[in-house]
C-alpha cells in the first residue's frame, strides 16, 4: 500500500494502483479520454498529464503511471494547466466545430474539458482533417471527422464483447477508425461503444437529432427485455421515452446494456393498446374487435360467473406487482391456476435455490470450470456473457451441451444430446474434479427438457456448492420468472394443468407466447400493452401499461429484488395493470385486499417477505438432490430471434431492422436523413 | 500518406486472389518466422507474412506485389487472428502496398537533406517518363511515390527501387539506372557517385586521417 501525496494531500493507495487512480481517491478530477476503467489502458489522448515527483521534469501520462511510495503528485500547477491547454489544443486542432448539429452536444467529454481546461480560443488556421464517413450497422451513427483517437472503442469490442471487427486503421493524422470493409458491428453490445466514445464520433442512430440531453427526464429503471435485470436510466420527453441507457451497477450489469435493451424503446409507442376493444361473434372463425368501454368489458366477463372457474397466464415482462394482484384476484375467487412458462415448460419448482443463479453474476467471473446445459448465453443473457468471457479469460474452462453457438471465448461443445451428462468424457471431469470454483449453468432448453434433475446430481456429485461458493445455476429469459417464482405462481404441470382445468375465463398478463388455441371454450380476456399475438387471440382487450409506465419490483435471475420507477403515463385509456385488476374485483364481487398501489405492496410484502427487501433475495434451502438420467435432444434454442423476443421489440422499428439486417442479412435500405 | 487507401473488394478481386496461399518456398519461410515466437504467440509474425504475401502475390504478378483483402484474410487465418488486427498492420507501415503496383516501385524521398541535394530533379526526371504520384504507368513498369527520409542523408539524393536504394543521383545518373532497369538488367545498387563505395566523406577522409594509412583502433578490422 503505497502511500503517495496528491497536491500536498497524504493519502494511502491500494497496491497496483495509478497515479489517476490516486489522484481519485484523493478527490482530484483528472481530465481523460482515453482512460476507462473497464477497459485495458492505452495512454495515447495524454489529456491526463500531471506533474509527478520524483521522475523527469515534464509533465506524465496518470493513467499509465504507477503510483509507488513517496510520489509527491500535483494536479494543479502551472505546469498542468499549461500541458492540459496544450494537449486541448492539439486535440481540437482536427476536430470539427459541429457542437450546434452533433448529438453529443451536452453530454460530451470533449466539450466539457475544453470548457474547463482548454485556452478558450484556437491559434490554429491551417485546414483540419476530413474522415470519410464509415458504416457501422443500423444501430450507430458515425461521424468520423469528430473521433480523437482515443481507441476505446476498439479495446471494448475486442476485449469486453470479444468480437474482433472495429480497428484503427493507417497511422498518425490519418488514423481512422472504422468496422473490417465497413461491415455491420454485428454483437448484441455494440451500441455501449456510443456510450464509450467520448466525442460524437459515434451516436446513436435510432437517436439521432431526437432531442438534447437537458430536455429529457431521467428515470430510474429496470431492464425487462432479458431476466438479467440491467439498471437504466429512462430518458423521456413529454409521453414519449426516447431512450434507454445502462446505469452503472457493478453486481449486475456493470455499465453495458445490450442493444435491445436499449433500442426496443422506440416500439413503445407504436402498435399499442390503448383502448378497450370486444370481440363480436361470429358463427365461424373470429369476430371483429370493436372498441368499447371498460364497463361494457367488466359486464360481459362478469357475464360468464367464472367463480373459481378463471386462470391467469403471465407475460415475460411483467413486474411482481402485477402478478401478485392477479394471485390475489385468482384467491379471491378461489382459484390459484396461475402460470407463466408460457409455452408449457415444465421443472420443478418447488426449490427455488435450484431455479436460481446462485453463484450470481459478479461472482461467476470468477468460475474456473463452467458447464452450460442448453443456453445460448449470448443471445439469452448478453451480459452473462461478457462475465463468462471474464472468467475465460482468467483460465476458465467452458463446455456447453446444446447446438453450437458463436462464442466470443474458448469453449469446447459437447453435442446437442443431453444424455452426454451422463457420460461426461474425461477431459470435463477431470476440469471439474481440479476446479476449485466449478459452475453448472442449466439454460432454458435444458429446463424443458428435465435436465434439472440430472444437473443437480452433477452438482452433488462434483461438489459445485462448497465453503464461500454456490456454482449452481439456472438461467432463465424471463424478467417475469424469478419474481413469478417467488410468489409461487407455477403449477406442477405447467400450462397443460391451466388446459386440463377447462377455465371458463382467462386472464393473459401481457402473455403473447401462449398457445391460445388449447382453450377453445373460455373466455380469453388480454391485459397488456401491445397488439401481438396475446391480443389477436382475445375475445376481451384491457389496455394496460408497458415497463416504463409503471413503478415495479423485478426479481433477476439472480434473485436479486430492485425496482423500477413510472417514466411516463401509458397512452390513452391504457391503465396501470394492478388498477385494472383491482377494478376486475370489483365487477366480479370480490375483495383482493388493497385500494392503493401502497396497500398493494404491503400485502405483496406480507405474502412474499423476501421482496420487502431490495437486493439478493434469501431463497433459502439446500439444493435438492436431484437424480435421474438426462435424455433428448435439444434441437434449437429458445431465442430463435434476438432482436425479437417479445411484443415491445416486434414493434420496434429499430429491432425489426437489426433482426433483417443482421440476423438475415438484408440490406439496409438507408433512411433519408 | 494521406491518399493511401484500400482496394476495394469487389466480386472480381476476390476472384483473383480468394484461392490465394504460400507457394512450398514462401511457406516454408512462413513456419520458419511462426517459429521464432513462443508457442501461441504466432501471431507476432504478422508482419514477416505480410511481406512474404506481398513478395508471392509480386511474382504472381510480375510486380513490387501488393497485399489484396483476400491474402490479408488468408494470413489472418494462416495465424489464427482477426482479419481487422491484420489490416491495421498493413494499413499502418507503407512498405505494404494496398492498391496494385507496377513491376518497379521508385520511391522517391523528398525530405530535406535529399532536396537540397536535388530531390526536384530526381522528381523531374521521373515524371519526363509519365509517372505520376501515386500511379502506374500505363505499361505496368512504375509506381511513383514520394517518401519522407530513408535514412540516406549523407548520400542524397536517392531513390528507393524495391528492394534497392540508388543514391547521390543527378537527373541522368537516374535515367542509366532506370534505363538498365526497364531493359531487365540489376544496375548498382547504393551510390552512383563514381569512386565512392558507401557513405564515406567525397575526396577522402576529413577526420580520422591517421587511419587511412595504419590501423589504431583497438578492434584488429576497423
Ligand atoms: S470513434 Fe470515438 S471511441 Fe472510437 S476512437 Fe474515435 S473518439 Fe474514441
Ligand atoms: S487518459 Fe491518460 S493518456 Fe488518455
Ligand atoms: S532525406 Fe532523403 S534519405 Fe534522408
Request: glycine fraction near 10%.
Amino acid at each position: 500500500m503505497p502511500t503517495v501525496k496528491v497536491d500536498g494531500q497524504e493519502i494511502e493507495v491500494p497496491a497496483g494502483a495509478t497515479v489517476l487512480q490516486a489522484c481519485e481517491l484523493a478527490g482530484k478530477e483528472i481530465p481523460r479520454f482515453c482512460y476507462h476503467e473497464r477497459l485495458s489502458i492505452a495512454g495515447n489522448c495524454r489529456m491526463c498529464l500531471v506533474e509527478v515527483k520524483p521522475g523527469p521534469p515534464k509533465p506524465q501520462a496518470s493513467c499509465a503511471l504507477p503510483a509507488t511510495e513517496g510520489q509527491e503528485i500535483r494536479t494543479d500547477s502551472e505546469m498542468v494547466k499549461k500541458a492540459r491547454e496544450g494537449v486541448m489544443e492539439f486535440l481540437l486542432i482536427n476536430h470539427p466545430l459541429d457542437c450546434p448539429i452533433c448529438d453529443q452536444g451536452g453530454e460530451c467529454d470533449l466539450q466539457d474539458q475544453s470548457m474547463a481546461y482548454g485556452r478558450g480560443a484556437t491559434r490554429y488556421d491551417e485546414n483540419k482533417r476530413a474522415v470519410t464517413e464509415k458504416y457501422m450497422g443500423p444501430l450507430i451513427k458515425t461521424t468520423m471527422t469528430r473521433c480523437i483517437h482515443c481507441t476505446r472503442c476498439v479495446r471494448f469490442s475486442e476485449e469486453i464483447a470479444g468480437v474482433d471487427e472495429i480497428g484503427a486503421l493507417y497511422r498518425g493524422e490519418n488514423m481512422q477508425i472504422t468496422t473490417y470493409l465497413e461491415h455491420a458491428a454485428k454483437h448484441e453490445l455494440s451500441a455501449n461503444v456510443i456510450d464509450l466514445c467520448p466525442v460524437g464520433a459515434l451516436t446513436s442512430r435510432p437517436y439521432a437529432f431526437e432531442a438534447r440531453p437537458w430536455e429529457l427526464k431521467k428515470t430510474l429503471g429496470i431492464d425487462v427485455m432479458d431476466a438479467m435485470g440491467a439498471n437504466i436510466r429512462i430518458d423521456s420527453r413529454g409521453r414519449e421515452v426516447l431512450r434507454a441507457l445502462p446505469r452503472v451497477n457493478d453486481d449486475v450489469n456493470e455499465e453495458w446494456l445490450s442493444d435491445k435493451s436499449r433500442y426496443a424503446v422506440d416500439g413503445l409507442t407504436r402498435r399499442r393498446l390503448d383502448k378497450v376493444w370486444i370481440r363480436k361473434p361470429k358463427k365461424n372463425g373470429q369476430g371483429k374487435l370493436e372498441a368499447a368501454t371498460w364497463d361494457e368489458a367488466f359486464k360481459k366477463i362478469k357475464a360468464v360467473k367464472p367463480g373459481k372457474d378463471i386462470a391467469a397466464v403471465y407475460g415475460d415482462l411483467l413486474d411482481c406487482e402485477t402478478m401478485f394482484a392477479a394471485k390475489a384476484l385468482l384467491g379471491a375467487m378461489g382459484s390459484t391456476l396461475i402460470e407463466g412458462r408460457q409455452t408449457g415448460m415444465t421443472y420443478d419448482t418447488s426449490n427455488l435455490a435450484a431455479v436460481n443463479f446462485n453463484t450470481t453474476l459478479a461472482e461467476i467471473e470468477n468460475a474456473d470450470a463452467v458447464l452450460i446445459v442448453g443456453s445460448q448465453i449470448r443471445h439469452e443473457a448478453p451480459l452473462l456473457n461478457v462475465r463468462l468471457r471474464k472468467a475465460v479469460k482468467r483460465g476458465a474452462k467452458v463446455f456447453i451441451v446444446g447446438p453450437e453457438w458463436e462464442t466470443t471465448y474458448p469453449a469446447t461443445f459437447l453435442g446437442n444430446d443431453l444424455g452426454v451428462l451422463n457420460s461426461l468424457s474425461a477431459d470435463v471431469t477431470d476440469a471439474f474434479g481440479k476446479a476449485e470454483r466449478p459452475a453448472i449453468i442449466v439454460g432454458g432448453a435444458a429446463l424443458g427438457r428435465g435436465a434439472l434433475g440430472k444437473a443437480l446430481a452433477l452438482a452433488k456429485e462434483w461438489n459445485v456448492v462448497r465453503e464461500g461458493w454456490n456454482g449452481f445455476n439456472s438461467l432463465h429469459f424471463s424478467a417475469s420468472r424469478m419474481g413469478g417464482l417467488m410468489l409461487g405462481l407455477a403449477q406442477k404441470g405447467g400450462m397443460a394443468d391451466l388446459v386440463a382445468a377447462k377455465p371458463k375465463v382467462l386472464l393473459a398478463l401481457g402473455a403473447d407466447e401462449v398457445d391460445f388455441t388449447q382453450f377453445p371454450d373460455a373466455l380469453k380476456v388480454f391485459i397488456g400493452h401491445h397488439g401481438d399475438k396475446g391480443a389477436h387471440a382475445a375475445d376481451i382487450i384491457l389496455p394496460a401499461a408497458a415497463y416504463t409506465e409503471k413503478a415495479g419490483t423485478y426479481v433477476n435471475i439472480e434473485g436479486r429484488v430492485q425496482r423500477s420507477e413510472k417514466a411516463v403515463f401509458a397512452p390513452g385509456d391504457a391503465r396501470e395493470d394492478w388498477t385494472i385488476l383491482r377494478a376486475l374485483a370489483d365487477a366480479l364481487g370480490v375483495k383482493v385486499g388493497f385500494d392503493s398501489f401502497d396497500q398493494l405492496r404491503a400485502a405483496m410484502f406480507a405474502n412474499t417477505p423476501a421482496l420487502a427487501n431490495e437486493g439478493l433475495a434469501d431463497l433459502g434451502g439446500e439444493l435438492p438432490a436431484g437424480g435421474g438420467d438426462a435424455s433428448g435432444i435439444i434441437e434449437a434454442y429458445p431465442v430463435a430471434d434476438f432482436y425479437l423476443t417479445n411484443a415491445i421489440c416486434r414493434a420496434s422499428p429499430t429491432m425489426q431492422r437489426c433482426s433483417a439486417e443482421l440476423l438475415h442479412g438484408e440490406p439496409l435500405a438507408e433512411a433519408a436523413e | 500518406m494521406a491518399d493511401r487507401y484500400i482496394e476495394p473488394v469487389t466480386a472480381d478481386l476476390r476472384e483473383r486472389w480468394g484461392s490465394f496461399a504460400f507457394t512450398p518456398a514462401w511457406e516454408e519461410k512462413a513456419k520458419a518466422a511462426i517459429a521464432r515466437y513462443p508457442d501461441g504467440r504466432q501471431k507476432s509474425a504478422v508482419m514477416a507474412l505480410l511481406d512474404y504475401a506481398q513478395r508471392q502475390v509480386g511474382e504472381e504478378t510480375n510486380t513490387q506485389g501488393w497485399l489484396p483483402i483476400p491474402v490479408m484474410e488468408y494470413v489472418a487465418a494462416y495465424l489464427d487472428m482477426p482479419v481487422i488486427r491484420v489490416v491495421e498492420v498493413a494499413t499502418f507501415y507503407t512498405m505494404y502496398n494496398l492498391v496494385p503496383v507496377g513491376r518497379f516501385h521508385v520511391q522517391v524521398c523528398g525530405t530535406t537533406p535529399c532536396w537540397l541535394r536535388g530531390s526536384d530533379e530526381v522528381m523531374e526526371t521521373c515524371k519526363k517518363r509519365g509517372m505520376k504520384k501515386g500511379h502506374t504507368t500505363e505499361d505496368g513498369l512504375w509506381t511513383l511515390t514520394e517518401v519522407e527520409c530513408m535514412g540516406n542523408c549523407a548520400s542524397a539524393p536517392m531513390v528507393q527501387i524495391n528492394d534497392d536504394n540508388y543514391e547521390d543521383l543527378t537527373g541522368e545518373r537516374l535515367d542509366v539506372v532506370l534505363d538498365a532497369l526497364a531493359a531487365g538488367k540489376s544496375p548498382k545498387a547504393g551510390t552512383q557517385e563514381p569512386g565512392r563505395h558507401t557513405v564515406e566523406p567525397v575526396g577522402g577522409p576529413t577526420t580520422l586521417t591517421a587511419m587511412v594509412d595504419a590501423n589504431h583502433d583497438y578492434r584488429g578490422e576497423w
